[in-house]
Nanobody
Framework: DVQLQASGGGLVQAGRSLVMSCTAS????????IGWFRQAPGKEREAILC?????????IYVKSVRDRSTISTDRLKNTIYLRMDNLSAEDAAVYFC?????????????????????WGQGTLVTVSS
């Protein structure tokens, strides 16, 4: 059974950093891609980035995140991490990770929820001023 477990959300003060993790079971992250999405109240789910499980530069879809996000992978734990720095109220949302078996991220492919058949449950990020 293929599953994703997202965690690491919480209450964080504006300007601080947060590291979220996405752990896979039932498949090897290194064989596919992970997409990070977020959904704020009343808004559509948006793609933050797509990252190859085997590593390499992520394809980032949200310009405001580009210079303050870092992706890392722990293959032994079959886990991928998203670190976001300098958080603001605009970053408050439920964050989701999703997976697909393809091993590439595109400008379009990878930016849509429908590109990923497997989803984690989401982790809530709240930013206080």
């Amino acid at each position: 059974d293929v599953q994703l477990q997202a965690s690491g959300g919480g209450l964080v003060q504006a300007g601080r950093s947060l590291v979220m993790s996405c752990t896979a079971s039932g498949f090897n992250l290194g064989d596919g891609v992970i997409g990070w999405f977020r959904q704020a109240p009343g808004k559509e789910r948006e793609a933050i980035l797509c990252a190859r499980g085997r590593g390499g530069e992520a394809t980032i879809y949200v310009k405001s995140v580009r210079d303050r996000s870092t992706i890392s992978t722990d293959r032994l734990k079959n886990t991928i991490y998203l670190r976001m720095d300098n958080l603001s109220a605009e970053d408050a949302a439920v964050y989701f990770c999703a997976a697909d078996s393809r091993d590439w991220c595109g400008v379009v492919v990878g930016s849509r929820p429908g590109d990923y058949p497997t989803w984690g449950q989401g982790t809530l990020v709240t930013v206080s001023s």
